[in-house]
């Protein structure tokens, strides 16, 4: 069982550089895929970015150039650093941990704010 703990966020005024953590407490991500999606209010999830086991990384083409995933040496935080916030950012962000061989071993954080707003 992999529990994500999530930490940062809030209100940001558009142009601002939050970033976002995810913790693995009890084990690490290693052999895992994470990413981060993202839930407007009043719309679906969609992912935003994605660091595979391996350390290669995609992003939504609304977030890239702008948003970079990363992961520490330990294996056991993975961040998303925002850049150059838009209004449209706006929206509940959540981590996802999911084994890259054993699908249903698939978990989430417990979502964070992000406001952008003037």
């Known amino acids: 069982q992999v529990q994500l703990v999530q930490s940062g966020g809030g209100e940001v005024q558009p142009g601002g550089t939050p970033r976002l953590s995810c913790v693995a407490s009890g084990r690490s991500f290693s052999n895992y895929n994470v990413a981060w999606y993202r839930q407007p209010r009043g719309k679906q999830r969609e992912l935003v970015a994605r660091i595979t086991a391996a350390g290669s990384t995609d992003y939504a083409d609304s977030v890239k150039g702008r948003f970079t995933i990363s992961g520490d040496n330990a294996k056991t935080t993975v961040y998303l650093q925002m850049n150059d916030l838009k209004l449209e950012d706006t929206a509940v962000y959540y981590c996802?941990?999911?084994?890259?061989?054993?699908?249903?071993?698939?978990?989430w954080g417990q979502g964070t704010q992000v406001t952008v707003s003037s």
């Open positions: 996802n941990a999911r084994h890259s061989w054993f699908s249903e071993r698939n978990y």
